[in-house]
């Protein structure tokens, strides 16, 4: 196991560790719908990838009007 030869400073812990934090995400507008997606993704409410429809979305079905 590895074993420390001087003791590391809490200021020398915590500069090492300065660019460990998570940054916020950067949500762009879809351009079809307007929704707001992650950047260089399919957009999930309208399945549109630089103005183009990638994924063509199904429409939901409710199982409560056909169970009867």
Request: hydrophobic content about 30%; overall charge negative; some cysteine.
């Amino acid at each position: 196991m590895a074993v420390q030869q001087n003791k590391v400073s809490k200021s020398r812990r915590n500069n090492r560790r300065a660019h460990d934090s998570l940054v916020a995400a950067n949500p762009n507008e879809c351009t079809n719908c307007g929704e707001l997606k992650r950047p260089h993704h399919i957009c999930a409410a309208c399945g549109h990838y630089d103005d183009k429809e990638v994924v063509a979305l199904t429409e939901e079905i409710d199982l409560e009007d056909d169970a009867a």
